[in-house]
């Protein structure tokens, strides 16, 4: 069964940080990985797609790797800013098409 | 406006009811799913569908029921059987196995 773990938890860094957060998955027989971003009592904002033929996106500040073979990937945030707090998801799409999801990491920048 | 339609935002459910949650699309996805979300136990699949006339059982589907009876909607019924009803519920869509997810904005339940 396919499972996916993200770390840390939660973060906080100061205001103009670069900052990563891990995904892990236990299955590599993924079609695609995707990074959601989620503010508090809404839905899912689609941030990154990352193919399994593909090792990264790239959008804005944002950049996105994939490592498929050992189960990885990691979210770079460049320069954050106050406005990127949020939760941050990631989810596997696997062989059946069902997309599974890690718990999340919850940012906070702090002004 | 195209997108994902769930209604209503808010919901609140008496002990024994059945209530359902209504998700609409206008993007011409053939694959829709439910997602309960708890704090701290991230998104969890309830069933998913990707064609119409067909579904299947996610990893909590005890106490849910769903029907695909055209493209742009995906009901959701959650039984008096489903114990903890008491969630934030998430409606998804995608197209094909390659491409992304996309989400509506979710409705809230209470069991009061």
């Known amino acids: 069964k396919q499972e996916v773990t993200q770390i840390p938890a939660a973060l906080s860094v100061p205001e103009g940080e670069n900052l990563v957060l891990n995904c892990s998955f236990t299955?590599?027989?993924?079609?695609?990985l995707q990074w959601f971003r989620q503010d508090p009592g809404k839905g899912l904002t689609s941030l990154l797609l990352?193919?399994?033929?593909?090792r990264e996106q790239t959008s804005g500040r944002l950049n996105a790797s994939l490592d498929k073979s050992s189960g990885r990937s990691t979210l770079y945030i460049a320069a954050s800013q106050p406005g990127d707090s949020a939760t941050y998801l990631c989810?596997?799409?696997?062989?059946?098409?069902?997309?599974?999801f890690g718990k999340g990491t919850r940012l906070h920048i702090l002004p | 406006d195209g997108g994902i339609t769930q209604s209503p935002k808010y919901l609140f459910r008496k002990e024994g009811q059945n209530v359902t949650l209504s998700c609409e699309q206008n993007?011409?996805?053939?694959?829709m799913y439910w997602y309960r979300q708890d704090p701290g136990q991230g998104l969890r699949l309830i069933y998913y569908?990707?064609?119409?006339?067909?579904?299947q059982k996610g990893d909590i589907a005890e106490g849910y029921s769903v029907s695909r009876e055209k493209k742009e909607s995906f009901p959701l019924t959650v039984t008096s059987a489903q114990k903890n009803p008491t969630a934030f519920y998430l409606c998804?869509?995608?197209?094909?196995?390659?491409?992304?997810?996309?989400f509506g904005q979710g409705t809230r339940l209470t069991v009061v």
């Open positions: 299955d590599s027989a993924i079609y695609n």
């Open positions: 569908s990707q064609i119409v006339n067909d579904f």
């Open positions: 989810a596997v799409r696997d062989r059946d098409d069902k997309i599974i």
């Open positions: 990352i193919q399994s033929s593909q």
């Open positions: 998804a869509t995608g197209q094909g196995l390659n491409t992304e997810a996309f």
């Open positions: 993007l011409n996805h053939d694959a």
